[in-house]
């Protein structure tokens, strides 16, 4: 009977599961009104709208940041000449910067004549893509914003005593809106396993290929997350009584719903784990840094759906639609999972990693998170995501970049899955395979 459960969650994942239960209001960030200030000093409040539980802004407010706006139907192109050309489309979270594909944490929509877009773009995806233009402070809720258009950079060169270059960030600021982090869980470890058999541990490296996944001072996340997984095989393939299995060993892109598929079509009926190695991001909070480990269950924190928002983008490079109408059947699936027990596993597993890092990781202990991570959903074992540290964070990007430091998290996240094993499964059967 567990086995028909099984196949049929797998079968509603196949058949179309989008992500249109991510709630909305999902970003603490996105504020209630923003002062913007220009560059002359100037301050005036940008045109929010507070619609459908989110804050938007209309079309109008990105003509007078200096974009252009071209619109035909539901189809929206933001462009500023030789800069960037953002490409949004209503109802869908997901669009396009420069032909790379992003994720809103809530869909652009229409509202009479009006098409409204997420101010998550202006206050996220500005300072991040754009920082020599805009820099946003959560904690006062100001835009500081240049014009990125030609006439703004005429403006620049003409004005008396400047001489047109670009300035950049200030200096010396200081994060001083608190982070969402959940309390470390308080797990206590079950008696080791008498299992003897071989045991299947499946080492997903996050994005690749066509998709970068999170970009930051030149690190992208595809290549961080690649270059821990294959050190991640490589210690764990010493191990006798360990398979070990990759999503990619190369730059190769690999559909998001696949990965857990295949993970659990290689374990079959034997016990096994799913490792899914990442890199965080968080643009309109470059201070931001840490390490974080998540397993599947609903999001609880702003935080967590951010985060959760950011690596499912990846369904959108192969068209996957968004459907509201599915919420039940994700509600399913976390059933199903508790009922195998998963959940309970998942979080020991996630202790087990997030112990190991921060013997080591010169970042916070962001501890362990949950949300409805797409990546984890089909992989009917033991699942947990790991965040090894910040992109958007110019020392942490630095650090994720260097080969001894994703040497070391290997060996963390290693010790991690080997002091696992040793207490699952449970007993001298599969227990909760």
Not at 96 to 103: E, M
Not at 149 to 160: I, L, M, N, T
Not at 343 to 349: I, N, P, V
């Amino acid at each position: 009977m567990m086995k028909g459960l099984r196949v049929r969650a797998l079968t509603l994942l196949i058949g179309g599961l989008g992500l249109g239960w991510i709630p909305a209001a999902v970003l603490g960030q996105a504020p209630a009104a923003i002062q913007l200030e220009r560059e002359d000093g100037r301050v005036e409040a940008l045109a929010v709208a507070s619609e459908r539980g989110y804050a938007v802004l209309p079309l109008s407010a990105f003509r007078s940041l200096g974009w252009s706006v071209a619109r035909s139907g539901d189809e929206v192109t933001l462009r500023v000449e030789t800069r960037a050309e953002v490409d949004l489309t209503v109802g869908t979270p997901f669009f396009r910067w420069d032909g790379v594909v992003l994720q809103l944490a809530d869909p652009v929509f229409r509202s009479g004549d009006e098409i409204y877009v997420p101010a998550q773009l202006v206050t996220d995806f500005f300072p991040e893509r754009i920082p020599e233009y805009y820099d946003y402070d959560t904690a006062t809720g100001r835009l500081r914003a240049g014009d990125p258009s030609p006439r703004g950079a005429a403006a620049r060169a003409a004005r008396p005593g400047r001489d047109g270059g670009e300035e950049g960030p200030e200096e010396g600021g200081t994060e001083t809106t608190s982070t969402n982090l959940s309390a470390p869980l308080e797990v206590d470890p079950p008696p080791r396993s008498t299992y003897d058999g071989a045991r299947v541990v499946w080492v997903d490296a996050g994005h690749g290929g066509a998709d970068p996944g999170a970009v930051g001072h030149g690190v992208l996340e595809k290549d961080v997350a690649l270059g821990v997984a294959r050190r991640l095989a490589e210690i764990l393939r010493r191990e006798s009584s360990v398979e070990v299995r990759m999503t990619r060993d190369e730059d190769d892109f690999v559909d998001l719903w696949d990965r857990g598929l295949l993970a659990t079509d290689a374990k079959g009926e034997r016990p096994g784990v799913f490792i899914s190695i990442h890199a965080n991001s968080f643009p309109a909070r470059s201070t931001t840094r840490g390490f974080e480990t998540y397993f599947l269950s609903e999001a609880r924190t702003d935080d967590e759906r951010r985060v959760s928002a950011n690596e499912n983008a990846p369904l959108s490079i192969r068209g996957r639609g968004l459907d509201a109408s599915r919420q039940s059947d994700l509600d399913f699936i976390l059933r199903e999972l508790r009922n195998f027990d998963h959940a309970h596993w998942s979080a020991l597993l996630a202790q087990f990693v997030q112990d190991e890092l921060d013997a080591f990781h010169p970042g916070p202990n962001r501890g362990v998170k949950q949300a409805p991570l797409a990546v984890l959903t089909n992989a009917i074992m033991p699942s947990v995501l790991v965040e090894v540290g910040f992109v958007t964070n110019s020392d942490e990007a630095r650090l994720l970049a260097r080969t001894d430091f994703q040497q070391r998290t290997a060996e963390g996240i290693a010790a991690a899955v080997l002091s696992f094993l040793e207490r699952y499964p449970p007993g001298n059967g599969l227990g909760s395979r």
